[in-house]
């Protein structure tokens, strides 16, 4: 275990880079950037700790292996902020959130509704695949995941512009 704890100008470098490259994504951050700063400071001890930027809200069990799915952005990050408006850590929110029409509320881990859901019946969806593909009709962006996300990481489409693809 270390005890490495980021300076405030690595925070800040840190906080900087995070929000370019939301920005580019056409994602948003969280409007408190108190907040982010605190929760940059636990992606970068993260990191240190476990060697990838596990989100600081989750618990690390195992080997990076076993913690994929809760890298900072997680698989989480889209159909949280879908139905509620921002990711389990609040880090990213909806712009609905971000213009303060919708309240951040919390929400539940899918973390472990997946884990059940896998256990219960093995793979979810088509073929051999756990969620099916979307491909965006504008970019051709392609990801696979319960629902389409919101906004196009690559060129900022609505979900409207994404269809089924596999």
């Known amino acids: ?6 300076d405030e100008d690595t925070i800040n470098t840190g906080y900087l880079n995070l929000n370019q ?5 056409g994602y948003f951050l969280n409007p408190d950037i108190n907040y982010v700063k605190e929760l940059v400071k636990g ?6 700790r476990y060697g ?15 913690n994929k799915d809760i890298i900072c952005p997680c698989d989480y990050r889209d159909d949280d902020i879908s139905e509620f408006g921002c990711c389990y850590c609040a ?5 609905s959130v971000l213009s303060g029409e919708k309240d951040l509320i919390q929400i539940p881990d899918r973390r472990y509704a997946k884990k059940e859901e896998n256990t219960d019946t093995g793979l979810i969806k088509t073929g051999n695949l756990p969620y099916p593909v979307f ?3 504008v970019c051709g962006y392609l990801c696979s995941r319960k629902n389409p996300p919101e906004k196009c990481p690559i060129c900022g489409a609505s979900s409207e512009n994404f269809e089924k693809y596999i």
């Open 135 to 137: 491909r965006c009709r």
């Open 21 to 25: 490259e939301t920005k580019k994504s």
């Open 52 to 66: 990838c930027n596990s989100c600081p809200c989750r618990l690390f069990i195992g080997d990076k292996a076993d």
């Open 43 to 48: 992606l970068l001890i993260n990191k240190n």
């Open 1 to 6: 275990m270390t005890d490495y704890v980021p």
């Open 91 to 95: 880090l990213y929110v909806s712009k």
